[in-house]
């Protein structure tokens, strides 16, 4: 799985929020190496970053060091570039990570725990191939775990389902949410257990996260692969559907 970005992120770079989500998840990931490496050299251990997706002091330096201390970098730009050396890097520790079974969608971090703006993210795996996703942020939580169907692929242009110019949308069946972990929160603010409905997958565009969807991240590149790999999916299947689960 290559986790990518649309535009840099760092020092000097765009900086838009999802990308520097992206690039800070990749440094946790890559947190345990680079602190070996820093302890090596007599340097002082860095803490995990706060995926926020706010580009500040820490989100540098961690982006520096790693440039310096594990892939040798003489002169550390502090910046992660999109196709660039830095990110190919980062990448790397991608494939260490856990198998998971095709058209299934795993949770892995939640941010924003047990309030309605819960927002998970994880891996979603379709005609074999891993892509990173978000799920939340919207004031429902994110998509309750179960098992749907997925099809009718649309072409779609507003912002919220479009990234650098590629959107789509694929429908995902309604299920009956009860807030699960968020139960606490949802009878705070009154809201009653029912069906969720118009759910998707679709690109994470706009802000960061989804109203319970699932948000594919990525740049253009990274869409148009996942657009490609879920119509093989829904090609093969008897009726144009597909069952997803979702853990």
């Known amino acids: 799985m290559m986790m990518t970005i649309a ?20 440094l946790n990931l890559n947190l345990s190496t680079l602190n070996a ?25 961690a982006i520096g060091a790693y440039q310096q201390y594990v892939m040798g970098t003489k002169s550390p730009d502090q910046r992660v570039d999109p196709n660039g050396e830095t990110l190919k890097q980062l990448n790397r520790v991608t494939a260490t990570l856990p198998a998971i079974t095709n058209l299934t969608a795993v949770f892995e971090k939640t941010f924003q725990a047990k309030k309605l703006n819960q927002m998970k993210t994880g891996r979603i795996r379709v005609n074999n191939v891993t892509y990173a996703f978000r799920s939340g942020n919207s004031g429902r939580g994110n998509l309750p775990v179960g ?11 507003k912002a919220g389902f479009k990234v650098d110019g590629v ?23 009154g809201l009653a257990k029912g069906n969720r409905t118009e759910l998707r997958i679709h690109p994470d565009g706009g802000r960061l996260g989804t109203a319970g969807c699932i948000g594919i991240i990525g740049s253009a590149a990274t869409l148009r692969a996942f657009k490609r790999d879920m119509d093989a999916e829904l090609a093969k299947a008897k009726n144009g559907q597909v069952t997803l689960k979702v853990k």
């Open 167 to 189: 959107g789509f949308t694929y429908d995902v069946s309604d299920i009956k949410d009860d807030f699960g972990d968020r139960t606490a929160a949802a009878k705070t603010k």
């Open 7 to 26: 535009k840099s992120v760092g020092k000097g770079g765009i900086n838009r929020e999802p990308d520097a989500m992206t690039v800070q998840s990749l």
């Open 37 to 61: 490496k820093l302890a090596a050299k007599g340097q002082p251990r860095l803490a995990a970053l706060a995926e926020d997706g706010k580009v500040g002091t820490k989100t540098k330096d």
């Open 147 to 157: 098992s749907y169907t997925v099809d009718n692929y649309r072409t779609r242009s």
